[in-house]
């Protein structure tokens, strides 16, 4: 399996594919990252990817692998990605034309 894009990598196939320089593309992701975490907390998102959502996690219990024992796990708040639609049609169509599930 191949390895995923680093954030260079990245950024040098966004330069080649739109024509704006390495600098201007990577300043893009950065930017694109500081927004998103900024605005996760009312759901960001990135249109024909998915999008940040906070979720809160209610209370529960749990069990200590090691020992076996009871314990309570606090809520909290979390953060999830939801896949759209588009992107998981997408993406999962390859594996279909082919018969792999």
Known sequence: MAKSMTKSQLASELSERTGITKKTATAVLDELAEISYKEAENS?????????????????????P???????????????FRVSKVCKDSILSKYKMFGLS
């Open 44 to 64: 960001f998102t990135l249109p024909g990817v998915g999008k940040l959502v906070l979720i809160q996690r209610k209370a529960r219990k749990g069990r200590n």
């Open 66 to 80: 090691a020992t076996g024992e009871e314990i309570d796990i606090p809520a909290k708040k979390d953060v999830k």
